[in-house]
């Protein structure tokens, strides 16, 4: 299975834009460095599937940056696992599943149907943990270990 890293983005607060990165640090204590819910138990880190972004935005019939959906992870080739518990390493930091991320309202304040789009297959992607620190960057490896 190969899969690499094509997406890093964080925010400093809620609803704020989102900012891309080439590289980040991740850690347990602060998820994306500089993400401002990177300290929510279980859900430091948020992951997208590259597959299932382009399935969204073609149920919803356009395109849209993959930062509309707010999460920090975007990865290709990957997006048939989805499992609670797997664990990702992701450059030099090791992430875990904990969970769907479900779409939120605010999908459809950004682009209406979007949050339909996002329901089936888990298409809005998955909410990690951190269990190690590490450094990510565009084009890193992303394995499940």
Same mark, same amino acid.
């Given at each position: 299975? =190969? /899969?690499?890293?094509?997406?890093?983005?964080?925010?400093? #607060?809620?609803? /704020?834009p989102?900012?891309?990165? !080439?590289? /980040?640090n991740? +850690? +347990?204590?602060?998820?994306i460095?500089? !993400?401002?819910?990177?300290?929510?138990?279980?859900?430091?880190? +948020?992951?997208? @599937?590259?597959e !299932?972004?382009?399935?969204?935005?073609?149920?919803l019939?356009?395109?849209?940056?993959?930062?509309?959906? $707010?999460g920090?992870?975007?990865?290709?080739?990957? &997006?048939? @696992? #989805? $499992?609670?518990? &797997?664990? %990702? #390493?992701?450059? =030099? *930091?090791?992430?875990?599943?904990?969970?769907?991320?479900?779409?939120? $309202? %605010?999908?459809d304040?950004l *682009?209406?149907?979007?949050?339909v789009a996002?329901?089936?297959d888990?298409? /809005?992607?998955? &909410?990690c943990?951190? %269990?190690q !620190?590490?450094t990510? &960057?565009?084009?890193d $490896?992303?394995e499940?270990?």
């Amino acid at each position: 299975m =190969s /899969a690499r890293l094509i997406g890093i983005a964080r925010r400093d #607060k809620p609803r /704020a834009p989102m900012e891309t990165l !080439d590289r /980040a640090n991740v +850690t +347990t204590q602060a998820g994306i460095v500089g !993400d401002c819910r990177g300290t929510v138990q279980d859900r430091q880190v +948020t992951l997208i @599937f590259r597959e !299932d972004w382009t399935a969204a935005c073609q149920a919803l019939g356009r395109e849209l940056p993959w930062v509309t959906r $707010r999460g920090n992870l975007l990865v290709e080739g990957l &997006a048939d @696992f #989805k $499992r609670v518990g &797997a664990q %990702l #390493k992701v450059g =030099s *930091a090791l992430l875990e599943i904990t969970e769907e991320n479900p779409p939120c $309202r %605010l999908m459809d304040i950004l *682009a209406e149907g979007l949050r339909v789009a996002l329901q089936p297959d888990w298409r /809005a992607g998955v &909410a990690c943990r951190v %269990l190690q !620190d590490g450094t990510i &960057a565009l084009g890193d $490896r992303v394995e499940v270990v």
